[in-house]
């Protein structure tokens, strides 16, 4: 794994991960990725909250026994999305994030989110956590519901040595659990509610037996279940706060027929010299022929992409269109203008 940092690449970390299919490579980068919600630049440090404590225990057990919530796996399912939620925060070089020991009183159970918090409660609370704004998880409900249905499924059957498999009537279980989550990011200095959303996971689970007792045993336990889509809804509301490593991946030209520069050239991407291969391939161009061009320009490009120059990848990308007429240099022109302002835009949101 090669990660590089530099002006040029700005927040761009890459790894090369050269893989060779029929008629090209193909190189793996992690790029940092611009988050859907531009915080503003001041904030640094967020404290997140646990802000769904019912406002009356008792009403809300029997809320929860009439949902076939038990008390342990609604807290269980809470504290698995605030953990993912600050993990994947903590992932992206965004943030400092710290987890308050505060439970506030908030919307457990609920359908729409609860009042805002006073502005004296948001000021109190980053205070205290010597934060810049506090996140707040303020209503929260999940279910879980097994459907079945008969059907042939198969059996391994086995004889001695020999094991061979047949088809039986039985039983599939699956196993549906959603959850509802919602998180407001509270700003004490503009006193405003940077963003409210409210995120819905669901995920599914099967199994198959012979009888329906068999198959609910197999079948993933409820209280994983609403954990596991509890993970998902708070690993998915950092991705839209928080600027987030992605992999992308770009194919390249690993031969020509007609000119032995390509795969000279792609032996050193190989093995991750990209500065010596873009030299190889810009040497070979003087006595190119179009076919060859092209893929020496466009293998060019992605040589750049790789090394974080984005202006100078869609430069060759646009030479190895209107120089050599290869289609796919024009299409990866379009791709890489996609590219900068999305670096452009992270830049913005990385900036102090």
Known sequence: MIKRFSKATSWCALFLLPLLFACSKSVTMTRLMPAPVSVPNEIQKIVIVDRTK????????????????????????????????????????????????????????????????????????????????????????????????????????????????????????????????????????????????????????????????????????????????????GAGYASKIAPMYRNISRQFYPKSKTHPAVAQGARFADVGKWDEAIEVWEDALYNADDKSGGMLCYDIAVAYEVLGILELAKEWAGRAYTDYGLKKGRDYVRTLNYEISREELVNQQMSQ
């Open 54 to 233: 019912p406002q009356n225990e008792t009403i809300s057990i029997i809320e929860g026994m009439m949902t076939g919530e038990l008390p342990f796996e609604v807290k269980n399912s809470i504290q698995a999305t605030l953990s993912s939620l600050q993990q994947n925060l903590n992932t992206s070089p965004r943030f400092e994030i710290i987890r308050a020991n505060d439970r506030l009183t908030g919307g457990l159970f609920g359908q729409e989110f609860p009042d805002p918090l006073s502005w004296r409660t948001v000021g109190q609370l980053c205070q205290k956590y010597q934060a810049d704004a506090v996140l707040t998880l303020e209503m929260f409900s999940s279910d879980f519901i097994v459907t079945d249905k008969q059907q042939m499924i198969k059996k391994v059957i086995t004889e001695g040595k020999t094991r061979r498999t047949i088809e039986v009537m039985g039983y599939r279980l699956e196993g549906i659990a959603s959850v509802s989550a919602g998180f407001r990011l509270y700003d004490p200095q503009t006193r405003s509610i940077i963003d409210q959303q409210r995120f819905e996971k669901t995920n599914t689970w099967s199994a198959e037996a012979e009888t329906k007792t068999q198959a609910m045993a197999l079948l993933i336990a409820k209280a994983d279940a609403t954990r596991i889509v509890g993970e998902m809804a």
